[in-house]
């Protein structure tokens, strides 16, 4: 698969680096390690468990979900002639990617 390189708009840009990096720190969990969220508004006042493995698992499928977002809103960036892949070439690939995953 060829990639080109395309310049994110700025916004963008964050974005994704915003969503990838978070899930950078999770390589030092172990499967035996577990997450608590509290449960919030919920009638029960009970706490919530994550798996380690779940939640590397989670992150990998946000950080493909993100890089398959990123490819197909470059080509249909390429195909408009634009250098940068703007908010408009997302919204145009959203549907069919949501679809696909």
């Known amino acids: 698969m060829l990639i ?5 708009a700025p916004q963008v840009t964050f974005q994704f680096q915003v969503a990838i990096s978070s899930c950078s720190h999770l390589s030092s969990l ?15 006042n009970r706490q919530t468990f994550a798996n380690g493995k779940a939640i590397k698992l989670s992150c990998e499928l946000f950080r493909i979900f993100i890089t398959e977002a990123v490819q197909r809103a470059a080509t249909i960036a390429e195909a408009e002639g634009a250098s940068k892949i703007e908010a408009t070439h997302l919204e145009r690939i959203l549907p069919h990617l949501l679809l696909d995953f």
Do not use: C
């Open 4 to 8: 080109l390189p395309i310049v994110l």
């Open 30 to 44: 172990t499967p035996s390690n577990s997450t608590t969220v509290g449960a919030g508004t919920s009638k029960k």
